[in-house]
């Protein structure tokens, strides 16, 4: 986990996009210098004049990327802001997540290769785009069956540290915020 003091550089892309900034936020940075598979994004968590950055993915991996849930494709969520979007709840009835709670834009990835494909037709839904770790117990190195479009960090300390910074926020609701580097 890295802690950045100078939140003026992310700032200034939300004033350009032109989504709210919330003193308490999640926010994802998809990166340019994608790597299939890997955990080659990042998610911060928004406190105050304070960001603590994870390591993520916001792209599913190579396993439902091969092997389509949905007949339409993976789900590749969407750049956007989704303002109350997530709930603390429990992730596919297992463990305690930020899972989605009102619709969110997602591409459909249908060509079956091991890359995360971003654009095309968008399909808007309730999806289960949650916000979750990898394993339990050791950082994950490659995404696989992690992420089948969920937004996933890969260390479980570091999800614990969001997860329990969420529950002392106070808040019943989560704005997250997806940005492409």
Same mark, same amino acid.
Request: hydrophobic letters at 40%; a positive charge; proline letters at 3%.
């Given at each position: ?5 100078? @939140? ?16 308490? $936020? ?12 890997? !955990?080659?994004? =990042? ?5 105050? %004049? ?12 190579? $396993?439902?990327?091969? =092997? @389509? ?6 789900? /590749? ?20 997540? @930020? /899972?989605?709670?009102?619709? /969110?834009? &997602?591409?459909? %990835?249908?060509?079956? %290769?091991?890359?995360? *494909?971003?654009?095309? &037709?968008? *399909? ?7 916000? $979750? ?9 490659? /995404? ?7 937004? &996933?960090?890969?260390?479980?300390? %570091?999800?614990? !540290? ?5 529950? *002392? ?13």
């Amino acid at each position: 986990m890295l802690t950045i003091s100078n @939140l003026s550089w992310l700032q200034e892309k939300f004033a350009i996009k032109g989504y709210q900034w919330e003193r308490f $936020h999640l926010v994802g940075i998809r990166t340019k210098d994608y790597v299939p598979n890997t !955990f080659c994004d =990042n998610i911060f968590l928004i406190d105050g %004049d304070k960001a603590y950055s994870f390591h993520a993915t916001t792209r599913p991996g190579k $396993h439902w990327l091969k =092997n @389509l849930l949905n007949p339409k494709g993976t789900a /590749v969520l969407q750049e956007g802001q989704y303002k109350n979007s997530w709930r603390i709840g429990l992730h596919q009835g297992k463990y305690e997540a @930020l /899972v989605q709670i009102l619709p /969110v834009n &997602v591409f459909r %990835d249908s060509n079956r %290769d091991e890359r995360a *494909d971003v654009g095309g &037709v968008i *399909d808007r839904g309730m999806f289960g785009i949650n916000i $979750h770790r990898a394993n339990a117990n050791l950082m994950s190195k490659l /995404v696989d069956k992690w992420s089948a479009g969920c937004q &996933v960090i890969a260390d479980p300390s %570091d999800f614990n !540290f969001l997860l329990k910074k969420c529950k *002392d926020s106070g808040k019943g609701v989560f704005t997250y915020t997806l940005l492409n580097e």
